[in-house]
């Protein structure tokens, strides 16, 4: 079955954002382990720098397709279709279950305290992460899916 | 999903065949991607009232035509 204009950019916006959510999860959890490693002596600490930097490249790079695509949604007049309901119901989905991963994690945390301790910043960031990189990957998958019978 | 949606059902499929339209071409009518076609057709997604009334228009048809209750 070819794929109409429409399709294609359903699913390159879903892609886009699978390598958008990578690369700010490699930059931003490098970066964490950057400051986790960075009073230490520890040899990893020049690896993760490198990941640092491989990871913003990388952001940068998300933030070029996202530009590039914006530019073929205007020219294929596709934003209304690309917005329609069922991508609106996804797109609920997808919070809702970042929501309550987040939700479950601050929840975890504040208990985990009384028996270890932690640097509540670097965590409160890694969290952060999370509430970002988890739903754009089930709004990906969801894009994905249920697309059986198609014709 | 709530239990008693599953007998929302529609005509979709036989009306794209009687008018010669893919699901990509019903989407394009109605402004939606044809994968929202598709899980309408196979009751995975239940449209807006506005929806069904741009499905109903694309056929000149009334809603009642395209989707109905089963009954169980």
Not at chain 1, 108 to 137: M, S
Request: charged fraction near 20%.
């Amino acid at each position: 079955m070819e794929l109409n204009k429409v399709d294609k950019l359903v699913q390159s916006r879903a892609k886009i954002l699978i390598f958008a959510a990578f690369a700010f999860a490699l930059w931003q959890f490098s970066w964490i382990g950057a400051d986790i490693v960075k009073d230490t002596e520890s040899s990893f600490i020049h690896i993760i720098t490198g990941l640092v930097i491989l990871g913003s490249i990388l952001w940068v790079i998300a933030c070029y397709f996202f530009y590039v695509f914006s530019k073929k949604v205007k020219k294929a007049n596709a934003l209304q279709a690309l917005n329609d309901e069922l991508t609106h119901k996804n797109k609920l989905q997808a919070f809702m279950a970042g929501y309550f991963i987040l939700f479950g994690m601050i929840w975890l945390v504040i208990p985990a305290t009384d028996f270890w301790d932690f640097d509540l910043i670097l965590i409160i960031r890694a969290i952060a992460v999370l509430a970002i990189v988890i739903p754009i990957l089930i709004f990906s998958y969801l894009e994905f899916k249920n697309d059986q019978g198609a014709e | 999903m709530q239990a008693d949606q599953k007998y929302f059902a529609n005509n979709l499929k036989v009306l794209r065949a009687q008018h010669n339209y893919t699901q990509a071409d019903l989407a394009e009518l109605v402004g939606v991607t044809r994968k929202t076609i598709n899980t309408i057709e196979n009751r995975i997604f239940i449209p807006s009232a506005f929806l069904a009334l741009k499905l109903a228009k694309a056929f000149e048809l009334t809603v009642e035509d395209i989707f109905y209750i089963e009954k169980h």
